[in-house]
């Protein structure tokens, strides 16, 4: 269903000459700005709404590969991490608002837990495959962390009561559970009879868009 709808799209974008990755970078670049310039400012509604667009307009990416047939591996780890950069931006740029005009430090210090357990989600996913097995569990992906703390930032300049608390702490919990599910998936594919040991020894290995 959502490729009837991308894939028009994606090739509409490659025929006026936009690569993936050039969707890629625009969709992220437009995700970090908004979110660094509106949620500071307590335009929380007007940061949301923005950034969603922006983040929609980031799965063209793929979309926009297909059309060109021009899937890359490079351009799969691009995606990925740019990925990363604008979760953080997202929750940096509200972390921003609770700090200053919105003088929360607890849900300050929430959205930093939220901030570096959504890293943690991604980066045991990605060492796990560095490590030669699968890790595709956990409550918590990144399509789910994004629409819990945009529709709560949104809602909540709108009047919804402990509506942005409320999702801060959901994700929150959310985003702890997945890592525990995570970690003790990898640890019995690991300890498998049947793994035969990985090539990964790095720090930084791949990672998928669904992290």
Avoid at 10 to 22: D, E, V, Y
Avoid at 34 to 53: D, E, K, N
Avoid at 154 to 161: Q, R
Avoid at 174 to 203: C, H
Wanted: aromatic share 8%; net charge negative.
């Amino acid at each position: 269903m959502i490729s009837r709808v991308t894939a028009p799209l994606g090739r509409s974008l490659a025929r006026i000459g936009l690569t993936p990755n050039i969707v890629t970078i625009i969709g992220a670049t437009g995700v970090v700005v908004s979110a660094l310039y509106f949620y500071p400012r307590g335009q929380l509604y007007a940061g949301s709404v923005i950034i969603t667009v922006f983040a929609l307009f980031d799965m063209l990416d793929g979309a926009v590969a297909r059309a060109k047939d021009s899937a890359s591996a490079f351009g799969a780890f691009l995606d990925s991490s740019l990925d990363r950069v604008a979760d953080a931006a997202i929750l940096a740029g509200l972390m921003w608002w609770f700090v200053g005009e919105g003088d929360d430090p607890m849900l300050a210090g929430l959205t930093l837990f939220c901030l570096i357990s959504g890293f943690m989600v991604s980066y045991i996913k990605a060492r796990a495959e560095g490590l030669g097995v699968n890790c595709d569990v956990g409550v918590a992906e990144r399509t789910e962390r994004l629409v819990i703390v945009l529709v709560a930032v949104g809602l909540s300049e709108l009047g919804v009561p402990y509506i942005l608390a409320g999702g801060l702490w959901l994700l929150a919990g959310m985003s702890l559970l997945t890592i525990l599910q995570r970690l003790v998936e990898t640890r019995a594919r690991l300890n498998d009879p049947g793994y035969a040991g990985g090539g990964g020894n790095g720090e930084d290995e791949k990672t998928s868009n669904g992290a």
